[in-house]
């Protein structure tokens, strides 16, 4: 069965012999293959320690070809990495637009970070390759990166703007709050995935919520809820 980052990257191999793929077919597949073999291998043995022939190598695909693609390492990495965050953002639009009370911010909160942290649980490699080789990688994935602190800060944005749609007197967060409390979120998977397993990131749920909770402006919001309860939302189809 392919994983999700082999769905979305499209990475099987060409069929053998003549076949009735366009150019743009083949380009889509070699590009998708690359993409695959550079996560693996920046997860694998990181990302300073892998090199082109490696990656050409493992997606069974021309230096040559390679360099019609990308511009570099940079370049295919990058790609990559915004590859696994569309990822993310599917499985998070998909895991609230379920949710029953779409005012309700705090259960939005809580399903958006526990599906961002199951997704990471059954993809190991991409969640090393996102929060830990991304550090390692050049200009091109140093920008990739702040492009996703960007989208999921604005994601907090938008949740803070629910929030006060059913609580006026909410504090407005000084400017740069919920890009803080990204990059906080990024230390906090990246401590853990160096010390423990990936696939319990999902233990983090609670701790995160609470800090998000606190960030819009309510940290005892969480405690007169009581316990969070994210059972219904513990895997990722």
């Keep these: 069965m392919a994983t999700l980052l082999e769905d979305a990257f499209g990475g099987t191999r060409l ?11 083949v380009a889509q597949s070699q590009r998708g293959r690359l993409c695959l073999a550079m996560m693996d291998l920046a997860a694998d043995i990181g ?3 892998t090199s082109v022939a490696d990656v050409v190598k493992s997606a069974g695909v021309s230096k040559r070809t390679f360099y019609e693609l990308f511009d570099g390492m940079d370049d295919c990495f990058a790609t990559a990495l915004e590859t696994c965050v569309a990822i993310a953002l599917t ?7 379920t949710t029953a009370d779409q005012s309700d911010w705090h259960d939005l909160l809580t399903v958006s970070v526990h599906t961002y942290l199951s997704t990471l649980a059954v993809e190991p490699k991409a969640a090393r390759a996102m929060h830990i080789e991304i550090l390692n990688a050049g200009p091109a994935a140093s920008a990739a990166r702040l492009r996703m602190v960007q989208i999921f800060a604005d994601r907090m944005r938008a949740l803070h703007a629910v929030a006060g ?4 007197d909410l504090p407005e967060p000084l400017p740069g709050v919920f890009e803080f409390f990204v990059d906080g979120l990024d230390g906090r998977i990246r401590h853990h995935l160096l010390t423990a397993a990936a696939s319990t990131l999902t233990t983090l749920t609670p701790v995160i919520v609470e800090a998000g909770t606190a960030l819009l ?5 969480i405690r ?10 513990s895997s990722v189809p």
């Design 165 to 168: 749609q059913r609580e006026p």
């Design 47 to 49: 990302y300073h320690a």
């Design 15 to 25: 069929p053998r012999g003549r076949h009735r793929l366009s150019k743009e077919d």
């Design 91 to 97: 499985k998070m639009n998909e895991a609230t637009e």
């Design 217 to 221: 402006g309510r940290p005892d919001f």
């Design 224 to 233: 007169s809820r009581g316990s969070l309860n994210v059972t219904p939302h």
